[in-house]
């Protein structure tokens, strides 16, 4: 059975920042490609940052040069980090596995900017 677990988020301030994690299990971790999506109240799902089983990267151009994905293979664990965190980046974060047909979500982390 494929777990996603996410953990890292909380309440921050604006300019400050945070790291989500997101362990996976019940997956071969490394063949897959991993993402982070977000979804805010009243919006639609959209893709924050994705990272191939290459190590290649994409990000939105909203948060291109404040976060940065990365994965560790050896622990099965996707990270985010989120730097210079603005009010309109609160949304929940969800962790995203994704290989051909197999596609795999994790339960979300609340991610809440505000002073």
């Known amino acids: 059975q494929v777990h996603l677990v996410e953990s890292g988020g909380g309440l921050v301030q604006p300019g400050g920042s945070l790291r989500l994690s997101c362990g996976a299990s019940g997956i071969n971790f490394s063949i897959y490609g991993m993402n982070w999506y977000r979804q805010a109240p009243g919006k639609q799902r959209e893709l924050v940052a994705g990272i191939s089983s290459g190590g290649n990267t994409n990000y939105a151009d909203s948060v291109k040069g404040r976060f940065t994905i990365s994965r560790d293979n050896a622990k099965n664990t996707l990270y985010l980090q989120m730097n210079s965190l603005k009010p309109e980046d609160t949304a929940v974060y969800y962790c995203?596995?994704?290989?051909?047909?197999?596609?795999?979500w994790g339960q979300g982390t609340q991610v809440t900017v505000s002073s």
């Open positions: 995203n596995s994704r290989l051909l047909q197999y596609n795999y």
